[in-house]
């Protein structure tokens, strides 16, 4: 187990990351308010397959005169997904003026409205049941706001690490102590890399929650399921839940031997066990709290950071393959170990990402 006494490696990829994905929130979000701005209500047009093929793309529509023929409905694979393509027919006639496309898992509006979109096989198609939601944008926009907030934070100490180690002080001075869990100086932000990183991660699931509370709203998408939506959450949660933990008993380990060092063995052992969490080209190894050896329970930590990383630890290219095997070999085989003096002197070890 090795301290370390220069800026930790990667220390500027969190805050350049949350920067790209926080532009791309915000972009995002304002193209979704400005879609609403400019759909504030329906357009209404006769169930007449010229007029909704005059009609530019993404405007809010209602057909008057309409009815969906979910009947004759059809399932296709478009655009990465299962969706039902469901004939408009105008109600006097039956004559066929477009197509509806509709997720599955959906409840079936009682009218005929949506965005219209590209024409299918030249005809002319609406995403049916799909309105503008305001709710998404704000969310959205929230999030890309703490997201560039998070990073001018993260970049902000990554300096004061990095200038710390050229001075050969290293990044104990760049940050405040955390002797004691109760009384820690320091912003909230302040707690470890692991609970740093863990709150990057947090922004998609705080995201998700915001979606949550649209679903409710006639007509949104399948993706805002709230089915869907807790897998995404609940998982994401518990990790968060386990990351935080066991920073803030790596912070309170030195107190901790100080504190019962007349019953801790002269010559005691502590093993640290290591999870992998990866995300698309990102990924990092968490380090789990250090157990000593004979007095801790080391078997639940030690399954924990095996369920982590294998669910969670492959979906990062390039390393998040390598990493993950690494660890599980390493932890399966009994963690990383060290002498008791050694892990005290040597201080919590922190995450390492790789890109």
């Not at 529509?61 to 655009?79: F, N, P, T």
């Not at 004979?294 to 998040?320: C, K, Q, S």
Request: glycine share 10%; hydrophobic share 50%; charged share 20%.
């Amino acid at each position: 187990m090795n301290g370390r006494n220069t800026a930790p490696k990667g220390s500027y990829v969190p805050p350049l990351l949350m920067s790209v994905f926080g532009v791309l929130a915000l972009l995002f979000g304002i193209w979704t308010l400005l879609e609403v701005r400019a759909n504030p209500e329906p357009l209404a047009i006769a169930c007449d397959g010229d007029a909704l093929s005059a009609v530019a793309k993404r405007r809010w529509v209602q057909l008057d005169g309409c009815d969906a023929d979910w009947d004759a409905a059809v399932e296709r694979s478009i655009q990465g997904g299962q969706r039902m393509l469901v004939p408009l027919r105008r109600r006097d006639d039956g004559a066929l003026v477009g197509i509806g496309v509709f997720r599955s898992t959906d409840s079936r509006p009682s009218d005929v409205f949506g965005m219209t979109r590209t024409p299918i096989e030249g005809t002319a198609s609406i995403e049916l049941g799909v309105k503008p939601m305001p709710v998404v944008g704000w969310t959205t926009v929230l999030g890309g706001i703490l997201l560039a907030g998070l990073a001018v934070h993260y970049f902000r100490r990554a300096r004061r690490e990095a200038s710390a180690a050229a001075a050969g002080l290293g990044p104990a001075t760049a940050r405040p102590a955390t002797t004691n869990a109760r009384h820690r100086k320091g912003t909230f932000l302040d707690r470890g890399d692991d609970f740093n990183f863990a709150l990057f991660l947090a922004v998609p699931p705080l995201v998700g929650i915001g979606m949550l509370v649209g679903h409710f709203a006639r007509g949104t998408p399948a993706i805002l399921d709230p089915t869907l939506v807790a897998i995404c959450i609940v998982p994401f949660g518990v990790v968060f839940a386990w990351v935080w933990q066991q920073q803030r008993a790596a912070d309170r380990f030195a107190a901790r031997v100080h504190r019962d060092a007349a019953r801790l063995p002269a010559d005691a052992e502590v093993v640290v066990y290591d999870a992998v969490i990866s995300m698309l080209a990102v990924s990092m190894r968490f380090p789990s709290r250090p157990l000593i050896v004979g007095v801790d329970a080391t078997l639940p930590t030690r399954l924990m950071t095996i369920a982590i990383t294998l669910v969670f630890g492959w979906w990062g290219l390039p390393w998040g393959p390598f990493l993950t095997v690494r660890a599980l070999v390493r932890n399966l085989r009994g963690g990383t170990r060290d002498t008791l003096a050694n892990a005290v002197e040597a201080g919590p070890t922190t995450a390492e990402v790789e890109t």
